[in-house]
């Protein structure tokens, strides 16, 4: 008998009833000419700063949508598709704007009028501002305005080190996630406008590659030179602490030639260090604790273990309303299950490597007939070692259903298995060729058509009076409640930043 099914066997009779999976969803507000719009967030949709399901990620411009955690796959879907109605339904209501519909950006003014998110004006509030004007000075602004799905998990009863175990198959397998559900092949050109790149021209309004799953991953991405000097392990809590506290704690000559503020008293950035807070750091998929309230992530993670993995290399499906499928939430919840209970022996900086370039080669050139990747310095076709791996889900997913009382997860299983032998029915593919049959090879107009869809779609569903209200008085009690912590502030800010940011927080 294998390990994954001696592992599968040893879970409690009903631990996989007890998996929990949420969504954070990420996306821009467009105005109805496509281009990206420069309003305020809207007062409707309540404060940033305490909304607990809407809030905005780098820019004033890019909302957030999440959900709570969920036991069940579709109350999971039910709350996304609840909270996207909301935002539409108050969109329509105040000029018309609308939900890009996809994880490259759309038409994106010059980088510096690209408007930071605002939240306030308490220490903290204005803590994630200065954050993000770090950000814009590090990696520029467009770089920030890629949008994704995040897909948080846990599972009862699992240990920090066995998550640790998950996270490194995680990244050995990631591959697998991109390929099927990358869909991000081309871009608006104005995205990588004055950089160096290597994409092909598909007409005056798209950049491409054609055999791309996710360019969102690839090199144009969330990449960072200074970030690429990083050798983080994920070989146990311990060591991965000890390296994101170098990272928090180390000054990087580049930063401080940036300095915290500038000469005419202004803030540059919350520090000098090669991450200012530890959401800087980029990564598939991080080791996560909730925090309490002034609480540094790191210090939450030292002092409490690993309560659940963030999923972060999922892009927006531009076909679906809400960006993602049950069908796909619970391939994720296979594959996840899989990379825990199986064998997985520590990582390498050689292995490290190896895995780096395995996600640049599948984000740039995925569906590439006959693609090899690297496993342990031998060269294995990308479409023979997916089906491995999905292969191995099998018993997983029989499990799963067994415990639900469905056959979904088995058909979700059997879905990703035909996908993996027909490159041209992945999302990406679907992409390039609606593009080029439907939109002349423009990528916003496609972009912009599949928003106006989405849109429609979930202004159609039924919504009451009821539900309005519901959200409404959320987002008053959000507004009162970004007011009384303005209120309970005594620190000045630079004192506030400067406890924020000690060492002594960090654990």
């Known amino acids: 008998m294998s390990k994954l099914q001696d592992n599968l066997n040893a879970l409690p009779t009903d631990s996989l009833r007890g998996i929990r999976r949420g969504v954070e969803k990420e996306g821009l507000r467009v105005q109805p000419t ?139 397998h990631a591959f697998v996630l991109l390929y099927l559900f990358g869909a991000s092949p081309a871009l608006c050109p104005c995205f990588v406008q004055g950089r160096e790149h290597r994409l092909q021209q598909l007409s005056a309004s798209a950049l491409y590659l054609p055999h791309a799953t996710s360019l969102r991953m690839g090199r144009l991405g969330y990449q960072s030179d200074a970030q690429a000097t990083l050798a983080v392990s994920y070989n146990g809590l311990q060591g991965y602490a000890n390296s994101l506290h170098e990272a928090l704690t180390k000054p990087y000559p580049a930063y401080e030639q940036v300095g915290v503020r500038n000469p005419g008293g202004d803030y540059n950035q919350l520090g000098t260090s090669l991450l200012q807070i530890e959401n800087e750091f980029y990564g598939t998929i991080r080791p996560k604790r909730t925090v309490r309230t002034g609480e540094r992530p790191l210090h939450a993670l030292r002092e409490r273990g690993v309560e659940y993995v963030e999923v972060r290399l999922m892009d927006i499906d531009p076909f679906v309303p809400v960006g993602i499928t049950a069908p796909t939430m619970r391939l994720l919840d296979v594959f996840l299950l899989h990379c825990l209970l199986s064998d997985s022996p520590p990582d390498t900086p050689e292995e490290i490597a190896e895995l780096k370039q395995n996600q640049h080669l599948t984000a740039e050139r995925g569906r590439e007939p006959g693609l090899l990747l690297q496993r342990q310095g031998q060269a294995v076709a990308l479409t023979q070692w997916g089906d491995e791996v999905l292969a191995a889900c099998e018993p997983l997913a029989a499990a799963l259903d067994a ?78 409640a970004q007011k009384a912590i303005e209120a309970a502030d005594t620190l000045p800010f630079e004192a506030w930043r400067e406890q924020y940011m000690a060492v002594e927080g960090l654990g």
């Not at 490259?104 to 803590?127: F, H, K, Q, W």
Request: proline residues 5%; charged residues 20%; contains cysteine.
């Open 403 to 480: 415990s639900h009382g469905c056959t979904d997860y088995s058909a979700a299983l059997r879905e990703a298995r035909a996908l993996m032998q027909a490159p041209e029915r992945t999302p990406s593919a679907r992409v390039l060729d609606t593009m080029v049959r439907e939109h002349a090879s423009s990528f916003e107009s496609f972009a912009f058509h599949q928003s106006e869809l989405a849109r429609d779609t979930l202004l159609d569903l039924p919504w009451t009076a009821e539900q309005q209200a519901r959200y409404l008085a959320m987002s008053e009690e959000s507004i009162a």
């Open 34 to 172: 496509g281009g990206l719009a420069l309003t305020p967030h809207p007062k409707a949709l309540g404060s940033a700063l305490t909304h607990p399901l809407i809030t905005t990620d780098y820019s004033e411009s890019q909302l957030e949508l999440i959900t709570g955690a969920h036991l069940g796959v579709q109350q999971c879907m039910d709350e996304l598709t609840e909270v996207h109605q909301f935002v539409h339904h108050t969109l329509k209501d105040s000029g018309g704007e609308l939900l890009w519909a996809s994880s490259m950006p759309c038409g994106l003014p010059t980088d510096e009028t690209i408007p930071l998110a605002r939240y306030g004006g308490s220490n903290v509030g204005r803590a994630k501002s200065v954050y993000r004007m770090g950000l814009g000075h590090r990696y520029g602004r467009r770089m920030q305005t890629i949008s994704g799905i995040h897909y948080n998990w846990s599972l009862p009863g699992v240990s920090s080190e066995q998550y640790f175990s998950l996270i490194r198959n995680f990244r050995r």
